[in-house]
C-alpha cells in the first residue's frame, strides 16, 4: 500500500521530532526553526483535506487500509468524515501557532520542546484518523507522554503535581476503554468468525442489550474524562494553569475535542440504545458543567484559571448538543469543538504573551492596558467577545444550534444551558474590563510594549476564522452535514425501534421513545 495524505500527516512531525532530537543539539535557533517549518509543511499538506473533501457524503474518504497484525484482525485502517476533517484541520494550525508562540518563552531544553510538539501532534492527528480500534488505542495513549512532559518539564510551580494527576485521570479511563474494545473484539468473533478491530465492520455488528449498556459507560467514561465533563473535571484547572503557554493552546484547542470526538465516533453508533438509555442522565451533567463551570471562573483571580474553568462549561455545551440528538443540536455541536477551540485558543494566546511581560496572572496587577497596550486589547476584545457568543462572531453561531436543538429535546434543559450564555457574558466581561478598562493602576505596566510582528502572525489567523465562521459558517458545517445526518438518523432509527418500553437486566425500566417527550418538563 502506497502511504496516502494522512499518513504522511501523522508521520510527518514523529520524523521532524526523531531528526531534530538527533541533530538539535545545543542550536536552539534551529531547533525552533525547524519545528515552525515541519508545523508549516503538515498544515499546508492539511489544506488539500478540506478542498478535495465530498461533502455529499457521510462515508469514509481518504482512506488507507493494510494487514498490521493478521493473525489477530488488526489492521493499519485510516479515514476521516466531515467531522474529523475539521478537527485535523484544527490541530495541524494550532501546532503552527503554538510553536511560534513559543519562540521567546521557552529558553531552557528547546529542542527537546519542540519534539515533544511535533510528537503530540502524530498522536492527535493519529486519533483522529484511525479507524481500527487498537489503533486508535495506541494513538490515543502515544498522546499522553508529549503531554505529561509538556506539562511536566516546562510547567510552572506545580507542574509535577498537575502532570501526574492528568496521567493518572486520562489512564484510568483509557484501561475501561481498553477492556471495552477487548470485549467487543471477542463478542464479535463469536457471533460471526471473524476477530477483527475494524471499526466500520463493528458499526455493522448489533451488540446484545445487556453487554451495550455496560460497553457504552466503559467507552463514556474514558471520553468524559478527557471533555472533561462533569464531575471528572478536576484535573483540567491544575494542566492548564501549570501547562505552559503552548501546551495550554493545544489542551484546550484539541485535546478535550478528543473526547467528544470519541461520543461522536464510537458510543453513539456501536451503542445507540444505551445511548439513547443515558441520554438524560448525561444531559444533566452537561447543564451541571455548563452552571458550575461558569459559577467557578467568575470567581477566579487568576486569568488563566478563569480561562481554563471556562472551558468546562463551553464543553458542558458540547456534549448537551451532541445528546440532543436531534440535528440541529448535533452540527452546532461539532462546530463548536472547533469554535472552542479558535476562541479558548486565542485567550491562552493572549494570557501567555501578558504574563511574558509580567510575569503575573493575577487579574488585580493589570489594569489600564487598553491604554499601552492598544492592538493587544483589541485581539484580547475579539476573543473574548467570541468567546461569549457575540453574533457576527463563531461562538455564537455554535452556541444558537446547541440551544435550539437542546431546546427541541427539553425545555428545561435549555433554560439551565441558556443561563450559562449569561454567567459566561458576566465573567469574561468583568475579566476584560479589570484588565484592559480604567487607568493604569500598577507602574509596571505603564511602559509595556504592544504585539510584536510574530505576535501578530499568532492571533491573525484565530481572528480571521473567528469572523468567518462567525459570517459564513456554511463553508465548515457543509463538510459535517452529511456525517451529522447520517449519525443522528442511526440513532432515531433505534430510538423508532425501541419506542417500547425496554426492561435491561441491571438497570432500571426506562422507556426509550422520543427523547423529546421523555424529558420535557
Known amino acids: 500500500m502506497e502511504m496516502g495524505i494522512l499518513s504522511y500527516l501523522i508521520f510527518i512531525p514523529l520524523i521532524g521530532a526523531v531528526v531534530l532530537l538527533i541533530v538539535g543539539r545545543e542550536r536552539d535557533g534551529f531547533s525552533r526553526l525547524f519545528a515552525l517549518i515541519v508545523s508549516l509543511v503538515n498544515f499546508a499538506l492539511s489544506i488539500p483535506l ?283 455541536g461539532i462546530i463548536q469543538m472547533v469554535n472552542h477551540g479558535l476562541s479558548t485558543g486565542a485567550l491562552f494566546l493572549i494570557v501567555g504573551m501578558i504574563y511574558e511581560r509580567r510575569h503575573t496572572r493575577e487579574i488585580s496587577d493589570f489594569g489600564g492596558l487598553g491604554r499601552t497596550m492598544p492592538w493587544f486589547s483589541t485581539f484580547f476584545m475579539i476573543a473574548t467577545l467570541s468567546s461569549i457568543g457575540l453574533p457576527g462572531l463563531n461562538g455564537f453561531v455554535g452556541e444558537f444550534l446547541i440551544l435550539l436543538g437542546v431546546f427541541k429535546a427539553s425545555t428545561l434543559f435549555g433554560v439551565i444551558a441558556t443561563s450559562g450564555v449569561v454567567l459566561a457574558a458576566v465573567y469574561m466581561l468583568w475579566m476584560f474590563q479589570r484588565v484592559v478598562w480604567g487607568e493604569v493602576t500598577h507602574k509596571e505596566n505603564q511602559d509595556l510594549s504592544d504585539l510584536s510582528i510574530r505576535e501578530w502572525a499568532v492571533l491573525v489567523p484565530l481572528v480571521v476564522l473567528m469572523i468567518w465562521i462567525g459570517v459564513y459558517p456554511k463553508s465548515f458545517m457543509d463538510k459535517t452535514e452529511a456525517s451529522a445526518s447520517h449519525l443522528v438518523s442511526q440513532v432515531q432509527a433505534h430510538q423508532i425501534k425501541g419506542a417500547r418500553t425496554a426492561s435491561v437486566e441491571g438497570f432500571d425500566t426506562l422507556p426509550l421513545g422520543s427523547v423529546g417527550r421523555r424529558f420535557s418538563p
Open 50 to 332: 478540506y478542498t478535495n473533501f465530498d461533502a455529499s457524503t457521510h462515508q469514509m474518504q481518504f482512506v488507507e487500509k493494510m494487514n498490521w497484525v493478521e493473525s489477530v484482525g488488526i489492521t493499519y485502517h485510516l479515514g476521516i468524515d466531515g467531522i474529523s476533517l475539521l478537527l485535523i484541520l484544527i490541530t495541524t494550525l494550532l501546532t503552527v501557532l503554538s510553536i511560534l508562540s513559543s519562540w521567546t518563552s521557552v529558553t531552557s531544553r528547546v529542542r527537546e520542546f519542540m519534539a515533544a510538539m511535533l510528537l503530540l501532534e502524530t498522536g492527535i492527528i493519529g486519533v483522529f484518523c484511525a479507524l481500527d480500534l487498537f489503533l486508535f488505542y495506541v494513538f490515543w495513549e502515544a498522546m499522553l507522554i508529549p503531554m505529561y512532559l509538556l506539562i511536566g518539564i516546562w510547567g510552572g510551580e506545580r507542574r509535577i503535581y498537575a502532570a501526574i494527576k492528568f496521567v493518572l485521570f486520562t489512564l484510568a479511563g483509557s484501561l475501561l476503554m481498553l477492556v471495552a474494545i477487548i470485549w467487543l473484539y471477542f463478542a464479535h468473533g463469536q457471533a460471526t468468525g471473524n476477530y477483527t478491530f475494524d471499526l466500520l465492520e463493528l458499526y455493522g455488528f448489533s451488540v446484545e442489550h445487556n453487554a451495550q449498556y455496560w460497553l457504552f459507560l466503559a467507552f463514556f467514561l474514558s471520553f468524559a474524562i478527557k471533555v472533561p465533563l462533569f464531575p471528572l473535571h478536576t484535573w483540567l484547572p491544575d494542566a492548564h494553569v501549570e501547562a505552559p503557554t503552548a501546551g495550554s493552546v493545544i489542551l484546550a484547542g484539541v485535546l478535550l475535542k478528543m473526547g467528544t470526538y470519541g461520543m461522536l465516533r464510537f458510543c453513539l453508533p456501536l451503542f445507540p440504545e444505551a445511548s439513547l438509555y443515558f441520554t438524560p442522565h448525561i444531559m444533566v451533567l452537561s447543564v451541571i458543567g455548563i452552571v458550575y463551570g461558569a459559577l467557578v471562573a467568575m470567581v477566579q483571580t487568576d486569568v488563566k484559571k478563569l480561562v481554563a474553568y471556562s472551558s468546562v462549561s463551553h464543553l458542558g455545551f458540547v456534549v448537551l448538543g451532541i445528546f440532543a440528538m436531534n440535528m440541529q443540536g448535533m452540527q452546532g
